[in-house]
């Protein structure tokens, strides 16, 4: 695809459940991102994976939160027993290199009831 | 570790006026800094980035960006604002020394351009 795509796009659940969000990055991008942004607030880093190299999950807020990255490409973000603060819009973004822009992704906006 | 201060939680500016959104940031090495965008119900967009060379960078929609490493600042400017540069503004920052991609985003900073 032309850009990073993610989904879904909105996810509505019970506080306790666990949610999977996706996020598809930009073909040839080595490097995938995910990111949290709470109502208002700027971005919060989670993890992120370069390559083969093991991932960067200094961000992760706890460890109910964990993430994949299939075959260099696809990545899932896992939520475990969901709680109402984790409401918020969680970013996925791709890049080339170390220099290189992130392309974001339209995000999820996820909420926990 | 790497930092990222957004000073102003909001700037507002008459439109056909020069504008500046600030930024400072801390990080043990030297650093890459980027400005990013996020219109109304839109994605984030890239704006510019500094990696090397210049201080002076030059961006897209006529934004420019000066690096001063002795005042740890790399803010951003407009000669003059449109009304649709109104959006949330996000400086961040990545610490070249550490290797690693890890990138520290600003809490933004929100701009309104009036008519």
């Known amino acids: 695809g032309a850009g990073v795509s993610q989904s879904p796009s909105n996810k509505v659940t019970e506080k306790g459940k666990d949610v999977e969000l996706r996020c598809d990055p930009i073909?040839?991008?080595?490097?995938l991102y995910w990111y949290r942004q709470s109502l208002g607030q700027g971005l919060e880093f989670l993890i992120y994976f370069q390559g083969n190299s093991a991932p960067d999950k200094s961000g992760l807020p706890s460890d109910r939160f964990s993430a994949e990255r299939t075959g260099g490409s696809v990545s899932t973000l896992t939520i475990q027993r969901t709680q109402q603060e984790d409401s918020a819009v969680y970013l996925c973004?791709?890049?080339?290199?170390?220099?290189?822009?992130?392309?974001f992704g339209p995000g999820t906006r996820l909420t926990v009831l | 570790a790497q930092s990222v201060a957004q000073p102003e939680d909001q700037v507002n500016v008459a439109e056909g006026n020069p504008l500046t959104v600030k930024c400072t940031y801390s990080?043990?090495?030297?650093?890459?800094l980027f400005w990013y965008v996020q219109y109304p119900n839109r994605g984030l967009q890239f704006l510019l980035k500094?990696?090397?060379?210049?201080?002076l960078v030059k961006g897209s929609y006529g934004f420019e960006a000066e690096f001063n490493k002795s005042q740890t600042s790399f803010h951003l400017k407009k000669p003059s604002a449109l009304v649709s540069d109104s959006a949330l503004y996000f400086c961040a920052v990545r610490d070249r020394s550490t290797g690693g991609f890890k990138t520290i985003f600003g809490a933004g900073t929100r701009l309104f351009v009036k008519a």
């Open positions: 500094y990696i090397t060379g210049d201080n």
């Open positions: 973004a791709s890049s080339f290199g170390e220099e290189d822009t992130q392309y």
């Open positions: 990080v043990s090495g030297n650093p890459y």
């Open positions: 073909s040839g991008h080595t490097a």
